[in-house]
């Protein structure tokens, strides 16, 4: 299964609605298989999850490190707000764009979930 979940909310209830569902997807055996490719992906406020000064909820960002989920931060979205790649949490990647990382995924054949 290859699935990319998309958060762009600042709200930081929902980036942790958002990474519980992530982690809810790699639990669950009827979809899920160790080989799955998963990708988490913030753009916008979203973003503002997977930054050091910022970031609210940091075990969860590393329990899905942990389970080899791949983070994505948007790069304008993190310029936006006076950051760079260097204020990233420990494994995850900043991308140029976020849309476009979304767009290539889907025409890769990755499913698209919309988390709040």
Known sequence: MQTVVHVSSPDPGDQQ???VNTLNLLEDASVSAPDDDVVLLA???GVRMFVQATAS???LVEELVDRGTTLFACRNALRGMGATDE???PGVEGVPSGTG???HLQSEGYG???AP
């Open 87 to 89: 204020d990233l949490l």
């Open 17 to 19: 609605h958002a990474m």
């Open 43 to 45: 753009n916008g406020s």
């Open 101 to 103: 990382t979304l767009a």
């Open 57 to 59: 909820n940091r075990r």
């Open 112 to 114: 698209y979930i919309k």
